[in-house]
Each structure stands twice: as C-alpha cells, then as structure tokens.
C-alpha cells in the first residue's frame, strides 16, 4: 500500500538525491556588487559629462604645451631638461598653483560623492542593499568603482595630454621634453587621483551630506588645512605639523621638482619625500573610508 497522499505515479527521492541550493561565492558576489555600481554609473549622464570635460581639458592642456615650456624657458627655444618641474605640473591641471589638480575636483565629486549620498536622498539605498547582498558589499563596491574610474580616466587623460602635447611640440618645431623623466611624478599623480574618490566616498558617508562633503572638499586643501597646521604647530612640541597633512603630502608625492625655490616648496606646503608624502596621503584616505563606513552600516534608510 502506498502512503496517505502519495500518489504512486511520484516516488519520493532519496535524501542523497536531492538537489542542495548552491550559495553564492564571495568572489561572485563582489563581481556582482561591481557590476551594479558600474552600470549605474554608466546610466548617469553626469558620469558622461564628467569624462568629456576631461577629455577636452586634456587635450587643451597638450596644445598649450609649446606655449607653457617656452614661458618657463623664455631664453630656450623649447624646454629644458631642468624644466621637467614644470612639465609635470603641467600635466597634472597644475596641483601646486590650484592646491589640487583640476581633474581631481570632476572624478572627485562624481565618482565618490555621488553614489553614497544619492542612494539615500533618492531612497534607493534598500534597493541596491537587496541587489547587490549586504551593506558591507555595496560600501566596498563603492570604493572600488570610484577608484577604479578615477585611475583609468586620469591615466586616459594624462596619455590624450602627452600625445596632443608632443604633436604640438612637433609642429611648431619645439624639442620633445625627456617624458621619461616625467614618468615618476605622473604615476604618483594617477594614485592620488585613484584615492581622491575614496577620500570623497568616506567623507560623505561621515556627514551624511554631498553638499557639505564638496564645501569640506573645496576648502579644506585650499586654506582650511594651512590654517588648521599653523593652529597645531602653536602647541609646544608638535613640530612641523603642516607637512604631514594629507593635501600637502599628495602635493609633495606629485611634484616633480627636484630642488623647489622657497615659492615653490611654500605652494606645496610640505617638504615630505614622493614616496613618504603618498603613503601619509594613502593612511589618511583609508582611515576616512574606514571612518565613513562606520556611519554607513549604521544608517538607516527610508
């Protein structure tokens, strides 16, 4: 006899034979998490606008090339090989003069502050914990995707500069710079773009607010920091304190003079080497992103 509500027509399948769901790997749901972010940026039209603003200001940047190395050199007919300072703050959208390079103020706001702030104001923040799994991975996907969009849109950047630079150079007859000594300072120069939307992604996350992360953004390496340095280095003991605030170390990891004038070194604000000044800058941006995601796992969403 069969069993009450068994139907002979479907026998029941051994416990071995059963089918066990498969769970998902942590390295299949970080790719996911990727994606996620990815096409959402794709699908923004700031995010287009973004990298055609850059595009065009690095090809700018290039074709004024000849004018700027004859400026530096007005006795040469074309740069030095002691100009390679010059060069290189010219293709980094001149960081010394503007406190941070000009590409940082785009990649910064779009790709870092951006997508932690406006899933909140926008209440898509349970929709995308739901798509991607967790918090923890949306937040690290975050990160990962701004880093990821600043580097190759600086790198992209920095190679449209060199080429239309090096026609320019061409057709008015000026010599080619030594690039290659120019390769230290602008591969810096990449990883400090390549932190800047972490920096921008962990700061959000703290204040909860994309306005105030851009004022804070805005303004603290252009005279918030100077000012908060000379404030600390009052206190007995401290030293000199303004060196190894973050901006001023990013300055100092992407210069690429050799021997500033007093001018110059006052511009950078630090007299850190390029190698110590990108690892203060590398410390700070990890503990901000560290700090904002304390906040961001804990905030809740309408």
């Keep these: 006899m069969n069993p009450v509500g068994v139907s002979s027509a479907e026998p029941i399948a051994p416990p071995h034979d059963r089918a066990v769901p498969a769970l998902p790997l942590a390295g299949t749901a970080l790719k996911h998490a990727l994606l996620f972010e990815f096409m959402r940026l794709k699908g923004l039209r700031s995010t287009w606008a973004v990298l055609a603003a850059l595009a065009a200001l690095s090809m700018l940047n290039g ?52 997508p932690v ?28 995707t701004g880093a990821a969009g600043a580097l190759i849109a600086s790198a992209a950047g ?18 080619q710079p030594d690039w290659w ?16 939307p972490v920096l921008a992604a962990g700061l959000a996350a703290c204040v909860r607010s994309r306005l105030l992360a851009v004022l804070t953004l805005t303004l603290w390496p252009l005279m918030l920091e100077r000012v908060f340095g000379l404030l600390v280095e009052r206190i007995p003991g401290t030293g000199d304190v303004s060196a190894w605030l973050p901006f001023a170390a990013a300055r100092a990891a992407m210069s690429g003079h050799e021997d500033p004038d007093g001018f110059t070194e006052a511009l950078i604000g630090s007299n850190l080497s390029p190698l110590t000044g990108l690892t203060v800058f590398c410390v700070g941006t990890v503990l901000v992103a560290w700090c904002g995601w304390q906040v961001y796992r804990r905030r809740e969403a309408s």
């Design 63 to 114: 074709a004024l090339l000849p004018m700027e190395a004859t400026e530096a050199d007005p006795g040469l007919e074309g740069p030095s090989p002691g100009g390679i300072g010059h060069l290189v703050d010219s293709l980094q959208f001149n960081p010394i003069g503007m406190q941070l390079p000009l590409s940082a103020w785009l990649l910064m706001f779009a790709l870092g502050t951006g």
């Design 117 to 144: 702030t406006t899933e909140f104001s926008h209440r898509t923040a349970r929709t995308a914990w739901l798509t991607v799994g967790t918090r923890k991975l949306s937040y690290t996907a975050k990160l990962i």
């Design 181 to 196: 000594a120019a390769c230290g300072p602008l591969s810096r120069y990449v990883l400090v773009m390549a932190c800047l």
């Design 158 to 175: 920095l190679a449209l500069s060199v080429a239309v630079g090096s026609a320019a150079l061409a057709a008015t007859g000026l010599p």
